[in-house]
Each structure stands twice: as C-alpha cells, then as structure tokens.
C-alpha cells in the first residue's frame, strides 16, 4: 500500500507534508486507543525523549518523508529491489549486536525467501535486472533502508515498559516533531494550489494501512518473537502489493507471483523457525 501512495502522491502533496499527516493522524489514533497507558507511564516515557526521538527519526522521517521523496525519481520496482535487502541487514544486525540465536537452516530460509521476492520484482524476468537504471532516489532508498534496520533493532534493544500501541503513539508523536519544521519549509517553497480531497486521502490511507496497521503489526511481533525472525515477514510485501494493486488498480496477477509465493512461503517458514538451544545448525 505505501508503494502505491508513494507513487501517487508526486504533484498532490509533498513528501514531507504527506509524511506529517500520515504520521500524526496515526498518533492520535494509538493515543486515543492507549490514552489510559500512556497518561499512567507519561513520566517513563518523557525521560526517554531522546530515544523517541531517534526512533521517530528513523522510522517517520527517513523511512517515512524520504521514501515518498525517492518516488519522486525512481520506480516502483527500484525502491523494491532496495527494500527486499532490510531483512538481511535486520537478521545479521539481531545476530551480531542483539546476540539472537540464527541457525543455518533459518538462514537458507532468509536466502530462499530473498530469491522469491527478486523473481515477483522482477517479473519474472531476471534479465530486466541489468536495465535497472539508478537515480538519486534510489541513494535516498538505500539510506531509508539501512535506516529501517536500525529502527527495527533499536525497537528491540532499548526495552520499554509501554504496550506496542503505546509505543508506537509515542514514536509518531516524537516523528511528527521532527517532521514538523521540515513540513513547513517544504509547503512554503512548493507551489501548491491547495489542500485537495486527493491529499486527504493519501494521508488518510497512508497513516491507517501501513502506519498504524503495519508498524504496529512489526513492533508487536518483534517484541514477541524476536527482530532476526520477524524481519523475514518483510518479503510478504511484494506479494501484498502484488494483491493490492490486482484489487484497487485493476493491475493482473501473473505467475510471477505464484513462482515468488513459492519460494517467499517456505522461506518464511524456514527462517521463522526457533532455533533449538544447543543445536548444531545453531550460528
């Protein structure tokens, strides 16, 4: 769904500004639902400010108003090919500095799963690989892609007393600030004709499905299981934007995605496996 508002934002509304709404609108929503937990832990959760702030920084303002930015100049399929690299850097990052248990066995899951999001990228045709051209948006990401891994390892290493909705509340408004001056600058410079019902919805889609639905869906299932499993999940997105757009843009589904979901499922399985204390395989 983010892929889909990021390309249909350009000439809307602006990177920045779109990335503001998006993520205070998902803020009041988490706040209004966790409004009791987040009243009760307020002191916790001030004195962490700083922590919010680099989180919201990562995952609102890089992940968030920079992608939108690369849509600008790049393509779907660039931004994709990009992206299906942050699971890699996730599990090795979980590995190495969180210490998690990986076994090889997870780890052909991870390359298998890799491999399957590549073929529905690409369409199936692995030649187009080599007509790729790459732009400046392609840097910003890349720089959004290493900057989603260290989000999602950070959520993980700095423990928290607050629920995921909470948290996430948190983290939206702390984005929203740092968004907020950058939002007013890019508004006064950019030659607009108004706010239109078309910018509406794309805030609107944008906070709903793949901030508070998506983020909060990660955050949760990564405090559960783990940051190196629950990276691997990312690779369904290729499949979901494959279905989104065969159910809103009336685009067709093609057997490159049947040849993706074979290999992005059992890959999924594989690497979503708890490695068994002591086991052999174990990294």
Not at 91 to 96: K, N, R, Y
Not at 192 to 215: I, R
Not at 246 to 257: A, D, K, N, R
Request: aromatic share 12%.
């Amino acid at each position: 769904m983010n892929y889909i508002v990021a390309k249909t934002a350009p000439g809307i509304i602006s990177p920045h500004v779109l990335a503001l709404g998006r993520w205070f609108l998902a803020g009041l929503i988490l706040a209004f639902i966790a409004r009791s937990e987040l009243w009760q832990e307020r002191q916790s959760t001030l004195n962490s400010w700083k922590q919010y702030l680099v989180l919201g920084s990562l995952g609102m303002l890089i992940c968030g108003a920079w992608v939108y930015w690369a849509a600008e100049t790049t393509t779907a399929i660039n931004i994709a090919l990009i992206y299906a690299a942050s699971p890699v850097l996730i599990t090795l990052g979980a590995v190495i500095g969180l210490k998690e248990s990986f076994s090889w066995r997870q780890s052909l899951g991870v390359v298998i799963a890799l491999l399957g999001v590549l073929h529905v990228v690409v369409k199936g045709q692995w030649a187009a690989l080599s007509q790729v051209v790459w732009v400046f948006g392609d840097g910003l990401v890349v720089i959004a892609m290493v900057a989603w891994a260290a989000y999602a390892l950070l959520l993980k290493k700095w423990a928290s007393p607050l629920s995921s909705t909470a948290r996430l509340a948190a983290t939206c408004f702390a984005g929203s600030l740092v968004l907020l001056p950058l939002a007013i600058t890019e508004w006064a410079a950019t030659e607009h004709a108004g706010w239109s019902d078309s910018a509406s919805l794309l805030v609107v889609a944008a906070a709903v499905f793949p901030g508070v639905g998506a983020y909060w869906a990660y955050g949760f299932c990564q405090k559960t299981l783990g940051a190196s499993r629950v990276a691997t999940s990312l690779y369904l997105g290729p499949l979901y934007g494959g279905l989104v757009a065969w159910l809103f843009l009336g685009e067709t589904l093609g057997w490159h995605h049947a040849v993706g979901a074979a290999f992005i499922l059992p890959g999924i399985y594989l690497a979503s496996q708890k490695a068994a204390a002591g086991s052999s395989d174990q990294m």
